[in-house]
């Protein structure tokens, strides 16, 4: 197993390839994570991991350029997870999704390779013909699987809810109603009338 690129982040925000002996930009930290080379980020000087941050930066900067991926909906979604139940099972939940895709293509572009060969054109393009010709159907397709994965993620929110519920019932909580028990005192007050 080879040894992960160590990258240094100094004070004035240089990052340093230790691997090279040469100052690097995000540019090409961005290169390392296209072509899949293992690296890790640290501060010069308290030895801290920043690669999660640096990771960030470059999507802040894509998301920043000209086609950016995220919605403004998605992004306000993601934000709402945050401080949730839920938030450690919508990472695993996305990042799932996210290797079910570049499955999916990389088994179509070795597909490809099989039938055209290593370096025809149509072979490379395959990938980008398939979204534009199948882009309808594909769309289609992934929209009834996020419609379930939808509901299944409704449900489990739904077990999680009804089981803290469970869990915390027997505990009697000061001036605490649970949900569909009559509120002390509420019997007494009339409606108003309007």
Known sequence: MTQLRLIKKYPNRRLYDTRT????????????VVTQEGFQVVDAK?????TRSILLQ?????????????TVDLLSQM?????????????KYLENN???????????????K?????????????WTQFLNFQGPALHSMMGAYIDQSKKMFSQMQEQVESQT????SGFQFPNFTPPGQPV????DKTPPKG
């Open 165 to 168: 519920r469970n869990l915390f």
């Open 21 to 32: 002996s040469s100052y690097i930009t995000l540019a090409d930290v961005k290169e390392l």
């Open 114 to 126: 099989s039938i055209y060969g290593e370096n025809n054109p149509m072979s490379r393009d395959l």
């Open 98 to 112: 996210i290797h079910a895709f570049t499955d999916l293509q990389a088994k179509l572009q070795e597909h490809a």
């Open 184 to 187: 002390p005192g509420d019997q």
């Open 58 to 70: 470059i999507i802040l900067e894509e998301e920043s350029g000209g086609a950016p991926m995220f």
């Open 79 to 91: 934000i709402r997870f945050y401080g949730n139940a839920m938030q450690g099972m919508m990472g």
């Open 46 to 50: 308290t030895g801290e991991d920043l």
